[in-house]
Nanobody, 122 residues
């Protein structure tokens, strides 16, 4: 599975960004998620989507601000981030979990990763 992120950048607090993740090299339904790793902190799952049914999952702290979606025809997953805060500054990674059984919020099961895209909020 290959994952390529794009869409990061620098934005002022209160602004918005949309991250994209183009996936290839798989068939069938999988889970795709967005993670972030801030300086000095552990990587954490933020949002995920089951590509087959489109069921979405969010970490409680980001419900309402971040929205994950997909374009099946393009094998691309997006994460719209609104009302960004300085504490959202992090490297954001797209990831895939080939096993959808039990849902896509099992953050520890993701084992395919993109290269990351930096988001800086000032």
């Amino acid at each position: 599975v290959q994952l390529v992120e794009s869409g990061g950048g620098s934005v002022q607090a209160g602004g918005s960004l949309r991250l994209s993740c183009a996936a290839s090299g798989y068939t069938g339904r999988i889970c795709m998620g967005w993670f972030r790793e801030a300086p000095g902190k552990e990587r954490e799952g933020v949002a995920a989507i089951s590509t087959g049914l489109g069921i979405t999952y969010y970490v409680d702290s980001e419900k309402g601000r971040f929205t994950i979606s997909q374009d099946k025809a393009k094998n691309t997953v997006y994460m719209q981030m609104n009302t960004l805060k300085p504490e959202d500054t992090a490297m954001y990674y797209c990831a895939a979990d080939l096993y959808v059984s039990g849902g896509c919020q099992k953050w520890w099961e993701y084992n395919y990763w993109g290269q990351g895209t930096q988001v800086t909020v000032s």
